[in-house]
């Protein structure tokens, strides 16, 4: 090759060879189009692991001063930094006492839900299902609106009884399942209440019936016997509103409601007479008798 042939062609790549040589020389050009900021560095740093007891330590001391919020983000912080093991499964029980004690209920739940799905043979699953139905519980709201929560507060108190009897939650869960079944019957009542006044007296039947079939033990069963008096001498079904009346008058004589269905049986010439192929007489003996 020629000479003259040889420097056309190192000329020619000349601007190649400079080109490449940018980066090498010119670090500072990269780093004006940096999208994450001129000037700023990535550095790999190894972050000293805080021992599990300081952090557990840290979550207590701030459910002292009445943060529950701040606590339960301290306990989550287990689960981050010691994953699968005994510190996780604490810090998840105490993350979700600590959102239950802040008035974070929704969040307790899906916590409690968590730790129970987790370890359900663990010594503080009873406690878990306790603050899940807890959580439910103080979340009820009065019996004209809807008992979604009522009734999932109820499931929880249920189970702890039925899973769990020696446990030391039995006690009250026994009790608020009491409470439980008494709003919802009362929810029914006054659905029920709402179409006797409306003169719908089918469904008004339909829901009196759900008190006696689900909640007879309730307070609210003498009531119900005595609108279903009401709603059967309205349509006419006179063996049926005796019947009701006979097992109010057998089961409550001092009830002021009994006075209420005798009186409006004898307005009618009517008495109290069960029928005990009713399907009154037969639900209310069935789960009482």
């Known amino acids: 090759m020629m000479v ?28 004006t189009i940096n999208p994450f900021g001129a000037g700023e560095k990535y550095e790999t740093k190894i972050l000293a692991e805080t021992p599990a007891t300081d952090i557990y330590d840290q979550g207590l001391a701030r459910l002292q001063k009445k ?30 006492y600590a959102n239950y ?3 974070d209920y929704d969040t307790a739940i899906t916590t409690g839900k ?33 008992q979604e929560n009522a009734a999932k507060a109820l499931d929880l108190f249920q189970q702890i009884v039925t899973k769990y ?64 008096t009401e709603a059967y001498l309205a349509l006419g079904i006179t063996g049926e509103a005796q019947t009701a009346a006979a097992v109010l008058g057998h089961n409550f004589p001092d009830s002021p409601w009994y006075k209420d269905a005798f009186a409006k049986l004898q307005a009618d010439g009517l008495e109290p007479n069960e029928d005990p192929t009713s399907w009154i007489s037969r639900t209310y003996h069935k789960v009482v008798g």
Request: aromatic fraction near 12%; hydrophobic fraction near 35%.
């Open 4 to 31: 003259s042939d040889r420097f056309r062609m190192a000329v020619r790549m000349v601007p190649v060879v400079a080109l490449l040589a940018v980066p090498l020389a010119g670090c500072s050009a990269l780093d």
């Open 67 to 96: 943060d529950g919020a701040g606590a339960a983000k301290k306990f989550a912080e287990l689960d981050k930094q010691y994953p699968f093991s005994d510190w996780s499964r604490k810090g998840l029980m105490m993350q979700t």
């Open 101 to 103: 004690q802040a008035g």
């Open 114 to 146: 968590h730790f129970y799905q987790l370890y359900p043979n663990a010594p503080d699953a009873p406690y878990a299902l306790y603050l899940q139905a807890m959580s439910y519980y103080q979340q009820i709201p009065d019996v004209s609106r809807d």
């Open 165 to 228: 009897p020696s446990s030391e939650y039995v006690d009250d869960s026994k009790y608020k399942i009491q409470v439980t079944r008494d709003q919802l019957a009362g929810k029914e009542m006054s659905t029920g209440r709402f179409y006797l006044n409306r003169r719908n007296y089918t469904a008004a039947i339909n829901r009196f019936r759900e008190v006696l079939a689900k909640y007879q033990t309730t307070r609210h069963t003498e009531e119900a016997l005595e609108r279903l």
